[in-house]
């Protein structure tokens, strides 16, 4: 019964928030902020350490309100914007219920896993990428699953030493191709953050060159993939994958690109912006697609009113931990961020002279380093987002500054022992996370700063050039 009671307090909050982004009452603001408290009051036991950890030092930090300029405005900032990234996660739970017994969503993940060793590290990391965009962590689940079933000792001709390898490449494949979602999903909890904490941020300026960045890395990966591996061991050169349809995967991509093309038509149209719009239609794809994968059975409709009454609570609660660390973190950046004095922080940088280009990668390593103590990424983001707004004080375009503090969020993820994804996959492949961070993924992470960089001083010129 607390279970239910909790998510509906979640599903309350998503539609106070909606209500409040398209109508501008602070009453809904309040219901929103009365039932996610609700939530953590009911759910507190069952969190982890770190969702406790965050949710405290979000309660502590309006100790600090007394030190901002407009403590009534700063709270209620803090209190909107952590609604309003809780209410994303319950809308995209929608999606993830229809895809979790979809069998197109599985043959996806069937052909990913099925394929030649040229090719199976590139579709894994892209797939992880594309999958993960509705799934989010549940591609991890799904793919990890796969990867770990798959690779057994027959399958590697009985030789240990082509079973470790199999899976130290697959679960990087895993881990690189999802830890790129920051940078370029308009389905991420990081894009949601970026348009919402800097000013005059373009999406449709920024969304291509995060694309384009993911793209980038992810083909780094792949390239030292092959350099480390050049040469397959005798039973993969002789591996005869299985012949499967790829329909199922461009059925999934056309699904993507259709919420997001309306998402698009609607903040084109319509008062509410991207992310807003992805919340809208994420309940509305998700309950349309568990209705049809029904209509065949007949009785749709009540089908999809079980699995939705029933599934849907469960799908929610899971994310108790995830919903209370996003919360947390942006209660508690936005309001240490807003301490900060700005005046005071533009000067130090100047004293210091880290300006445009650096200042961007500055910050990105910044982010990357503090994961490593535990320090999520959301709160770092928040605050640096906060601190370096407007991005023109500091010769920075809010494109680019978007990017730096993204990629920083990327290689977070991809370099922390304590990150979630990489927790996930340390389960599934029964690795300990140390070594996929610090002794698979090392270089890789060092490649990657080096690359962003130079990607980074590359669009500095170009955007400020347009």
Excluded at 97 to 106: D, G, Q, R, T
Aim: proline residues 5%; charged residues 10%.
């Amino acid at each position: 019964m607390i279970n239910i009671l909790s998510a509906l307090c979640l599903i309350l909050t998503m539609a106070a928030t909606v209500c409040y982004q398209l109508l501008g009452d602070t009453f809904y603001m309040l219901c929103a902020a009365i039932a996610t408290i609700a939530f953590f009051a009911m759910q507190w036991s069952q969190m982890n350490t770190t969702a406790r950890i965050l949710l405290g030092a979000a309660a502590s930090s309006t100790l600090l309100l007394s030190l901002t300029q407009d403590p009534l405005n700063t709270a209620a900032t803090a209190l909107s914007r952590a609604c309003y990234f809780a209410t994303f996660l319950v809308a995209l739970t929608f999606l993830r219920l229809a895809a979790k017994h979809s069998m197109m969503v599985s043959r996806c993940g069937e052909l990913v896993v099925n394929q030649p060793p040229a090719l199976r590290y590139g579709i894994i990391s892209y797939a992880s990428y594309i999958v993960g965009i509705v799934l989010n962590f549940g591609v991890i689940h799904l793919l990890g699953q796969m990867i770990a079933k798959g690779n057994t000792l027959e399958s590697a001709g009985n030789l240990i030493r082509i079973q470790e390898k199999r899976r130290q490449r697959m679960s990087l494949a895993l881990l690189r191709g999802f830890a790129v979602l920051p940078l370029a999903s308009p389905f991420s909890i990081t894009m949601t953050l970026m348009l919402a904490a800097i000013p005059d941020l373009n999406w449709l300026k920024l969304l291509p060159i995060g694309i384009a960045t993911a793209a980038m890395l992810i083909l780094l990966g792949w390239i030292l993939d092959y350099v480390q591996n050049p040469h397959p061991a005798p039973i993969e050169a002789q591996y005869k994958g299985l012949t499967l349809s790829w329909l199922p995967a461009w059925k999934f991509l056309a699904l993507i690109l259709s919420i997001f093309s309306l998402a698009a038509l609607i903040e084109r149209f319509t008062p509410a912006n991207l992310s807003l719009a992805i919340i809208i239609l994420s309940p509305v794809f998700g309950i349309l697609w568990i209705y049809l994968r029904h209509y065949r059975e007949g009785k749709a409709c009540k089908h999809t009113y079980q699995q939705v009454k029933l599934e849907l609570p469960h799908e929610i609660i899971g994310l108790r931990s995830e919903i209370s660390i996003m919360t947390g973190a942006c209660f508690f950046g936005i309001i240490i961020a807003d301490t900060l004095p700005h005046d005071t922080l533009v000067q130090l940088v100047e004293v210091v002279h880290i300006t445009g280009t650096p200042l961007a990668i500055t910050a990105c390593v910044l982010i990357t380093l503090l994961s490593h103590i535990g320090l999520n990424p959301i709160v770092t983001v928040t605050i640096i987002a906060s601190v370096l707004t407007p991005a023109e004080s500091f010769e920075l375009s809010p494109e680019l500054l978007a990017i730096g503090l993204m990629s920083g969020w990327c290689l977070a993820m991809n370099s922390s022992p304590v990150a979630i994804p990489t927790l996930l996959i340390s389960k599934i492949t029964d690795c300990l996370p140390r070594i996929i961070t610090y002794r698979w993924n090392v270089l890789y992470t060092l490649l990657s700063i080096i690359g962003l960089s130079a990607w980074l001083s590359v669009l500095n010129s170009t955007l400020f050039s347009l």
